[in-house]
């Protein structure tokens, strides 16, 4: 098969194409996240870097299959149009996955772990259980009803993630604590961070310059634990406190009901002339965007998980060069102080991010400078194939043989 530029492209993703020999093996990946999510993307090239096949089975785009390279297989879903949607083609994805008969299961959501533990069972095939988020700390705050139910409701879920993934093969994590979560309950597991794959670099880094700070960026989901009412609040302030900036905003939507959401906070509050709606990208053109800026925002607000997460586009924002205007929650804190120039806000404040901004464009020259050094020092450290793709072909190759 030809493979243009040694790539694997489709409409939606694009992956390095394997060239180490086939082991005529098999892993299936059955999800309800999107096409192209990235992280599910960088562990399928590891995948194949070990010498397995993948086969995608996930949600968006055009329906049906495809083998868009002899390694790899692809059945699309039609996208869902709400969150309870997505979680009545769990059983849909699963049966998909049964039928493919492959030689194991790589899941990335909670919900597929009874579906998961089940074909386990019955066919003595490993699975290997993707953690992306902290499950127990984000379910019980999402449910409804009075905060005394949380703590229950946290430790509820938690002895059923800890039943059904105790008896799978081995568990890939986003965080050292999670991995010391599932080391504690015998699994397993490789730790590998959200660090974005080298290639969002293009050909060579680009230095920050004084101009780009006034391209300010935000690629990340737009709902209300993201912060989307902030930054719609943001764009506003900037036009008042810093109207040289240009606000490019990624229209990034998990759902039809986020993006009407997010349409409803414009039509009450108006599009500035300074907000720039961009149409999403492959994970691959992330990369050319952000180098097109200087500052990066990211408005994760004080919900559930979010004082434990570091959001991935921060990772993105420190391997390109931006500067940053963060939440200033936790663990965001401890990753912006030590791998980036930036500024903490108030997560409920736009106007406190209009500041940061309003700062970071005051001391551009120092800003750049720093930016460009931290820059450095994440490019080595926070390399999705450096770091985090060796543990995972050495998970995969120990489970799945």
């Known amino acids: ?6 790539q694997i492209s489709t409409d939606r993703w694009q992956l390095r194409a394997p060239t180490v020999p086939a082991l005529r093996r098999t892993v299936c990946v059955p999800t309800v996240h999107p096409v192209g999510d ?40 039609p996208a869902p149009t ?37 074909w386990a069972r019955r066919t003595g095939r ?19 009803g009075p905060r005394l139910l949380r703590r229950p409701a946290h430790h509820m879920i938690t002895g059923v993630e800890r039943r059904y993934a105790s008896v799978l093969a081995g568990a890939n994590v986003a965080t050292e604590e999670l991995g010391d979560r599932f080391r504690g309950w015998g699994i397993p597991t490789s730790v590998t961070p959200n660090y974005p794959a080298d290639a969002l670099l293009g050909d060579a880094p680009r230095p920050l310059v004084p101009e780009l700070l006034r391209r300010v960026v935000h690629t990340g989901t737009l709902t209300s634990m993201f912060g989307a009412e902030v930054i719609v609040g943001l ?15 990624v229209r990034r939507f998990p759902s039809a009901a986020a993006r009407h959401a ?11 002339a300074n907000l720039v709606l961009l149409d999403p990208m492959p994970p691959h053109e992330v990369g050319r965007l952000l180098a097109s800026c200087g500052i990066g925002v990211s408005a994760l607000q004080d919900v559930g998980q979010a004082a434990l997460c570091v959001s991935t586009k921060l990772y993105e924002y420190a391997t390109v060069g931006l ?3 963060a939440s200033d929650l936790p663990a965001t804190r401890r990753f912006v102080t030590r791998s980036m120039v930036g500024v903490l806000a108030d997560p409920r404040r736009p106007a406190a991010f209009a500041q940061g901004v309003r700062r970071l464009l005051d001391d551009a020259d120092q800003v750049c400078v720093a930016a460009d050094r931290h820059a450095a020092a994440a490019r080595a450290e926070l390399s999705w194939e450096r770091t985090c793709a060796p543990r995972l072909r050495t998970l ?6």
């Open 323 to 325: 500067a940053v205007v």
């Open 82 to 118: 709400s969150f309870r949607e997505r979680l009545r083609l769990v059983p849909r994805v699963a049966e998909l996955a049964r039928r493919a008969d492959p030689d194991g299961w790589h899941i990335h959501d909670f919900y597929l772990l009874p579906q998961a533990r089940r």
């Open 1 to 6: 098969m030809d493979v243009p530029n040694g």
């Open 396 to 401: 995969v190759s120990q489970t799945v043989r």
């Open 262 to 272: 997010f349409e409803e906070l414009l039509r009450r509050h108006g599009t500035p």
């Open 126 to 144: 490993p699975v290997l259980y993707d953690v992306h988020e902290y499950y127990p700390e984000y379910y019980s705050e999402r449910l409804p």
């Open 38 to 77: 990235q992280r599910i993307l960088r562990c399928a090239q590891s995948v194949l870097d070990a010498g397995f096949d993948v086969h995608f089975i996930w949600l968006g785009g055009e329906p049906g299959e495809s083998r868009p390279h002899d390694r790899v297989r692809e059945t699309r879903l």
């Open 235 to 249: 764009a506003h302030e900037l036009a008042r406190v810093a109207p040289e900036v240009e606000f490019l905003v």
